[in-house]
């Protein structure tokens, strides 16, 4: 079993409590405020492909065409992708009612999606965006509509779309994530003032993103590669395996900590006079961003076969991202971690 | 189970001027809100090592409880055995009922404990594909995707074939069980433990969100033509192997915490740098408290409406399994632990090294402690009323909004203990939680 890099638990990391000391106040504030706008870049994009979603959902239910079915197929993608970008970001108004899990109920080992779903699809009686907003995380989101589009066994049985109450659920949940995508939009701006003004979500950001290397590390791409527990590779511990998009989430991501926390952060080390731990964490994000070039959106194929070395490379790139964030961002702007939520096994 | 990013611990509210004052010296007295003076008794300073030695002396009596009521539970699955009948059934259930109390309290000795956490997977692993071990029904069954031992059923055959690996499984003993865990590589492949117990005594619980737990039948341990779902002798000696590997697992962690040897872990815990030990201490309980009790075995089946991911689902016990957790994360803070047989033992506690150097903060420690007991107590209260009881399982089906508010209650007020928690680890000289920090001054 080719562990090339052993993994520290999560739980020895803790997360969460956080000191900002403060360099320049009026340099670290407009490394705020440049965070804020990108993140809300990033929120906004998510509403409008979200938008988009709900009506290319709407569309093709009145015209289910092939041409509208690629369409739904390529707006759902865009969507999730847009999420994926703007994921890292565990602080705020995502914060309330579960909205991360509401927009991607993951892991899901049990496969709560897919009977969830199905219960929803046998009930009798009204089926709206209004049913699926106290319907729970396993069908509110976009796993959800992903096994509605891509589920080979759902697609092969009589209800696969555009059956008339398959279509209600699609373009129910389309709506619930749109709905949910302007929340979370609308909330970000709405704490505008607030983010720019408090020193302490600096470090909050900086420990956000951190967070989610770890994740990817660990969770997106370490554990279906194996390299958590007792080594079995498994392809369902990914993101988004039915779609195939496993690896492109994951570079998605990346791309969100690249365009929309790196810049400020930047900033942030520039006003410690840590300008070339501000290069070495661009360096890192490209190599590890420079992988998917290589790579297929999926990542099953490469789990059982000569890919899985390009697999390995994605990890140790990302270790070494980690590595820079802990070891030199973190001292540098003085964050330390409390109790991670995953704490526990 | 893999973990989802779930609860953020909300430090939001408490100001960055707050921990830096609690960071920066370890001696202030001050709490946040107003400087608090001296108490006015002079207390003798507090023992570090004696709360340490106590510490040992809870974790060694929650495992000799543990242990005691493992026994008794393994006499009444042998009766079972002997003589299947709804009375022998009934004692065995109870049995299983009355050792879950000790050993949910043992739980906030495991994180930061690591002879502890390398070893409770072969007692205490969860959620299992219950599939590996014995029948199931086909379209209640929901099994971890991409796991080969799902469905094998061991009782129903003497050789079992999981991801190509092939196992003669004709003799059930103890040690066979613990080598089958995670076969194949999945976590949900559990063999042993409570929880596979709990399975062979109960049965699948078919009743999704509705009242009722499993309900299997003692006739599926009777010999001859009497045996119902067939492979009654195999299903037997599983629950006998099963039941005599929780016994032998907890003599061994009873030993590592006896004062009377110094080749244990307790020896190895007592020689270390105070506060080391005072950081496993309540990385224990700051870890049971979010990330595993309010985290894993709470918001996750409620925001999911999922009864897969209820903790004791096959018996209907998650609200006593739940309240003992609460208890044991109590338990270490106040060095308080009131023992099975009715004795309290207490002794020299962080509470009291706390209240030392900052009196207000064990205060509200205590009393945030005391709140979750009673939120995890409302929860206990409604799934055991006389009348119309609500078990987890009902309280987190989809649109019970008073059930969600029960678990709710509990979650916020778990995550809300949390915070002091880390707040206290400071006081008593756990500067940073994080390695990568270590020496830095704020």
């Known amino acids: ?345 | 189970m893999a973990v989802r990013q779930h609860l953020k611990p909300l430090f939001l509210a408490t100001s960055a001027l707050t921990l830096l004052v609690a960071c920066s010296e370890e001696t202030n007295t001050a709490n946040e809100a107003a400087p608090v003076s001296e108490p006015t008794t002079t207390a003798r300073p507090v023992d570090q090592a004696a709360v340490i030695t106590h510490y040992a002396d809870l974790a060694q009596a929650t495992y000799q409880d543990a242990l005691t009521t493992a026994q008794h539970l393994r006499n009444a699955v042998e009766a079972l055995i002997a003589n299947p009948s709804d009375e022998t059934l009934d004692a065995a259930r109870n049995a299983w009922l009355a050792a879950r109390v000790p050993y949910q309290q043992s739980e906030v000795f495991r994180f930061g404990n690591a002879v502890v956490d390398d070893w409770e997977g072969q007692l205490n692993a969860w959620p299992l594909d219950e599939g590996l071990i014995d029948y199931v029904a086909n379209d209640a069954y929901q099994y971890e995707l991409g796991n080969d031992g799902a469905t094998v059923n061991i009782v129903a055959n003497t050789e079992i074939n999981v991801g190509g690996q092939t196992v003669d499984v004709s003799t059930l003993s103890p040690e066979l069980l613990a080598d089958l865990n995670e076969i194949g590589g999945s976590e949900a492949n559990v063999a042993t433990g409570y929880h596979a117990v709990e399975f062979l005594l109960w049965g699948q619980d078919l009743n999704g969100f509705e009242a009722g737990a499993g309900n299997r039948s003692a006739t599926d341990f009777a010999a001859g033509d009497a045996c119902t779902n067939g492979n009654c002798e195999r299903r037997a000696a599983y629950l006998e192997a099963a039941s005599e590997l929780l016994v032998q697992d907890l003599e061994w962690m009873v030993a590592q915490w006896s004062p009377s040897t110094t080749t244990n872990y307790r020896h190895e815990l007592t020689s270390m740098a105070t506060t080391e030990v005072f950081q496993k201490m309540l990385f224990g309980m700051g870890s049971l408290s979010l990330g595993e009790l309010a985290g894993e075995r709470m918001k996750v089946a409620l925001e999911a409406n999922s009864y897969e991911d209820e903790h004791d689902c096959f018996s209907d016990n998650t609200h006593n399994s739940h309240y003992y957790n609460g208890k044991g994360i109590e338990n270490v803070y106040t060095g308080t632990y009131t023992r099975v047989d009715g004795t309290v033992l207490s002794g020299p506690s962080l509470s009291a090294l706390v209240a030392e150097t900052n009196p207000v903060l064990d205060a509200e420690l205590t009393q945030q402690l005391q709140a979750s007991m009673a939120a995890l107590g409302q929860i206990k209260a409604a799934a055991e009323a006389s009348d119309n009881p609500t078990k987890f399982d009902m309280m987190i089906a989809p649109a019970n909004t008073s059930g969600a508010e029960l678990i709710n209650n509990a979650i916020a007020a778990l995550v809300a203990q949390t915070a002091n928690i880390e707040k206290a680890a400071r006081i008593v000289g756990v500067e940073s939680l994080q390695p990568d920090d270590a020496g830095h001054t704020f």
């Open chain 1, 1 to 345: 079993m080719p562990s090339l890099v052993s993994l520290r638990p999560l739980r020895h990391y803790l997360l969460a409590m956080a000191l900002f000391v403060t360099a320049t106040s009026s340099q670290a504030n407009e490394a705020l405020t440049r965070l804020h706008q990108d993140i809300g870049h990033g929120y906004t994009q998510l509403s409008e492909t979200s938008n988009a979603l709900a009506d290319s959902a709407s569309a093709y239910c009145r015209a289910p065409t092939g041409e509208n079915q690629a369409k739904l197929r390529e707006n759902w993608r865009e969507a999730f992708l847009s999420w994926q970008r703007v994921r890292f970001v565990d602080f705020g108004p995502i914060e309330q009612n579960s909205l991360a899990w509401q927009f991607q109920f993951w892991p899901d080992p049990k496969n709560l999606v897919a009977s969830k779903v199905s219960f929803w699809l046998h009930q009798d009686g009204e089926l709206t965006v209004n049913t699926i907003d106290t319907a729970g995380v396993a069908v509110q989101g976009f796993p959800a509509l992903e096994y509605l589009l891509w589920e080979p066994t759902f697609l092969q049985s009589d209800q696969a779309l555009p059956a008339a109450r398959s279509c209600d659920l699609l373009t129910a949940i389309s709506q619930h994530i749109a709905r949910n995508a302007q929340t979370v939009t609308a909330g970000w701006y709405d704490m505008a003032s607030y983010y720019e003004s408090t020193d302490d979500y600096s470090a909050t950001t900086i420990k956000a993103a951190m967070s989610a290397v770890e994740v990817i590390r660990d969770r997106r791409l370490g554990a279906p590669m194996g390299l958590r527990g007792n080594g079995r590779r498994n392809a369902y511990q990914a993101d988004a395996w039915r779609s195939g998009l496993s690896l492109e989430t994951i570079r998605a991501s990346l791309e969100g900590l690249d365009t929309l926390f790196s810049p400020g952060l930047g900033m942030e080390l520039d006003a410690a006079g840590a300008s070339e731990i501000k290069q070495r964490l661009a360096a890192r994000l490209t190599e590890a961003l420079s992988n998917f070039d290589d790579l297929p959106d999926g990542m099953a194929p490469l789990l059982n076969g000569d890919g899985y070395n390009s697999l390995q490379a994605l990890y140790i790139d990302l270790e070494l991202l980690e590595q820079v964030l802990t070891d030199d961002v973190a001292p540098t702007l003085g964050v330390i971690r409390g109790f991670n939520s995953s704490d526990g096994d």
